[in-house]
């Protein structure tokens, strides 16, 4: 059954440093996403992606965050100046076509630890 | 009023038992909801799917909307121990593509 991969599953960065989480979508898919959940906390939405343009992008993805799909089957968030409270699990899902019905698939999340 | 809000657990049930697990809501312009199912440190899996208010049923799996009430239901009957796992609940409009989701509630389902 295909899947959302994401790389690496854990990473650990000092503040200030830039770190790029990395995922491969399911293949057939056309929408993207990048969802975060803090230790405790909801998943919460960060971004949403389609034809190589942000399609909608929540108030937490500020301009220290981008997106990008540098291939034909990675995507990639992208945080500039890490912050400590940027720790927290960062999931990419995907999904076939955008409609409001289409189910959106998680990949199993990347460990981010800012110290 | 947070936007989507969830019945904290944790919830331990016996094998066997149903397992009741409950959302409201406050913004009226939420049609589509979802169930989601996430294991430890993994990501959420897609349970079920709802678009109108009712029941839909999925093996042991029922889901209720109640947009009336702003109030969501997921009923697990004969809960097994591999059904313990964290429950989210989460929603969308008809105008944007991201979930709102609920903070999940853990469930143990004790052999």
């Known amino acids: 059954e295909p899947e959302v991969t994401q790389t690496p599953s854990h990473q650990v960065t000092q503040m200030g440093q830039e770190v790029i989480l990395r995922c491969v979508p399911i293949s057939n898919h056309l929408y993207f996403y990048w969802y975060r959940q803090i230790l405790g906390q909801k998943v919460e939405f960060l971004v949403s992606f389609y034809n190589n343009e942000i399609s909608e992008k929540s108030e937490i993805f500020d301009d220290q965050f981008s997106v990008e799909r540098p291939d034909g089957s990675n995507f990639t968030l992208k945080i500039r100046s890490t912050k400590l409270e940027d720790s927290a699990m960062y999931f990419c899902?995907?999904?076939?076509?955008?409609?409001?019905?289409?189910?959106?698939?998680f990949g199993p999340g990347t460990r981010l630890l800012v110290l | 009023q947070k936007e989507v809000e969830q019945d904290p657990g944790p919830l331990s049930v016996p094998e066997g038992a149903i397992v009741s697990l409950n959302c409201t809501y406050s913004n009226s312009a939420f049609q589509y909801f979802m169930w989601y199912r996430q294991y430890s440190r993994k990501g959420p899996e897609l349970l079920m799917y709802t678009y109108s208010s009712g029941n839909k049923e999925d093996g042991r799996f029922t889901a209720q909307v109640d947009k009336s009430s702003k109030y969501i239901s997921l009923f697990i009957r004969d809960s097994q121990p591999s059904d313990s796992a964290t429950y989210l609940c989460a929603m969308s409009t008809s105008n944007d593509y991201k979930l709102s989701f609920g903070a999940g509630t853990t469930v143990t389902v004790r052999a």
């Open positions: 899902a995907s999904s076939r076509r955008g409609g409001r019905r289409e189910t959106q698939y």
